[in-house]
């Protein structure tokens, strides 16, 4: 949904005499946001979110490599792309959120929907009595007599 629709949606809303609580629930958003947009005029919101649009973003001088990324692997996750950038670019300093927003706009813009592949699960027969294992990894904290503490594996 843009903002002007939620914007729209918030102020018939609130005239219909719903609370901001339930408001922000209906519409998946914080209530913070809902009274963000509700102190503002409709002519304040349109220059808001005219400015909006101008304004550049943080990701945008690395949209060309984002984009290639997603092309080239559809089923690519927002927080993979995160991992990416920032081994790619160490000095970079950027949200997994950010990330994730600048993804989703990437894919609407460019029309790369998310593919998710389905992992196939097919049973195998039971091994027979004593032909199976199964091991726990794990550790434990001993407190050796001298008052020391240990790590123990549990293997």
Same mark, same amino acid.
């Given at each position: 949904?843009? @903002?002007?629709?939620? !914007?729209?949606?918030?102020?018939?809303? $609130? #005239?219909?005499?719903?609370?901001?609580?339930?408001?922000?629930?209906?519409?998946?958003? &914080?209530? +913070?946001?809902?009274?963000?947009?509700?102190?503002? &005029?409709? #002519?304040?919101?349109?220059?808001?979110?005219?400015?909006?649009?101008?304004?550049?973003?943080?990701?945008?001088? !690395?949209?060309?490599?984002? #984009? +290639?990324?997603? /092309?080239?692997?559809? =089923?690519?996750?927002?927080?993979?792309?995160?991992?990416?950038?920032?081994?790619?670019?160490? =000095?970079? @300093?950027?949200?997994?959120? +950010?990330?994730?927003?600048?993804? @989703?706009?990437?894919?609407?813009?460019? /029309?790369?929907?998310?593919?998710?592949? $389905?992992? %196939?699960?097919?049973?195998?027969? =039971?091994?027979?009595?004593? $032909? *199976?294992? *199964?091991? =726990?990894?794990?550790?434990? %904290? #001993?407190?050796?007599?001298?008052?020391? *503490?240990?790590?123990?594996?549990?293997?």
């Amino acid at each position: 949904m843009e @903002k002007w629709e939620v !914007y729209m949606e918030i102020y018939q809303l $609130k #005239q219909k005499g719903f609370k901001i609580r339930r408001i922000a629930r209906k519409l998946g958003i &914080s209530r +913070t946001t809902v009274y963000k947009y509700l102190e503002r &005029s409709p #002519q304040e919101m349109s220059a808001w979110m005219a400015s909006t649009k101008t304004r550049s973003k943080k990701l945008d001088p !690395y949209e060309m490599l984002i #984009q +290639t990324w997603l /092309s080239e692997h559809p =089923d690519l996750s927002a927080s993979q792309g995160h991992d990416w950038l920032l081994e790619k670019y160490q =000095d970079l @300093k950027i949200g997994e959120s +950010t990330v994730g927003g600048y993804v @989703k706009e990437l894919r609407e813009k460019y /029309s790369l929907p998310k593919t998710e592949t $389905k992992r %196939v699960y097919e049973a195998i027969p =039971d091994p027979p009595m004593g $032909k *199976q294992a *199964q091991v =726990d990894f794990g550790q434990t %904290v #001993q407190r050796r007599p001298d008052g020391i *503490q240990s790590f123990e594996s549990l293997i």
